[in-house]
Nanobody
Framework: QVQLVESGGGLVQAGGSLRLSCAAS????????MGWYRQAPGKQRELVAG???????DYADSVKGRFTISRDNAKNTVYLQMNSLKPEDTAVYYC?????????????????WGQGTQVTVSS
């Protein structure tokens, strides 16, 4: 099995910073794209930032210039550095990863989600 465990959420004032981490563990053969999504109350889940295995990144327009996604392939971990936070960034943030895992018989490719971490930005 594979698990994604997030950490780093919390309460911060507008203009502040937070760093989210997401570590993948289990019978991992390789990790392809990883990303961060968020879901605010009453809204659909949206992509915040993504990063390929080669390090190419993509961001939602609303976070460009403020958020930075990175990954440590040796640790199977993806990070989201969030600066200049705004109240509208308040949401539950979810880690997502496209992972090939060893089942014991063959390699299976699946998409995994973390449990989510709350980020609250006060004005």
């Amino acid at each position: 099995q594979v698990q994604l465990v997030e950490s780093g959420g919390g309460l911060v004032q507008a203009g502040g910073s937070l760093r989210l981490s997401c570590a993948a563990s289990g019978s991992i053969f390789s990790i392809n794209a990883m990303g961060w999504y968020r879901q605010a109350p009453g809204k659909q889940r949206e992509l915040v930032a993504g990063i390929t295995s080669g390090g190419s990144t993509d961001y939602a327009d609303s976070v460009k210039g403020r958020f930075t996604i990175s990954r440590d392939n040796a640790k199977n971990t993806v990070y989201l550095q969030m600066n200049s936070l705004k109240p509208e960034d308040t949401a539950v943030y979810y880690c997502n990863a496209d992972i090939r895992r060893w089942t014991g018989l063959h390699i299976s490719r699946d998409n995994y989600w973390g449990q989510g971490t709350q980020v609250t930005v006060s004005s």
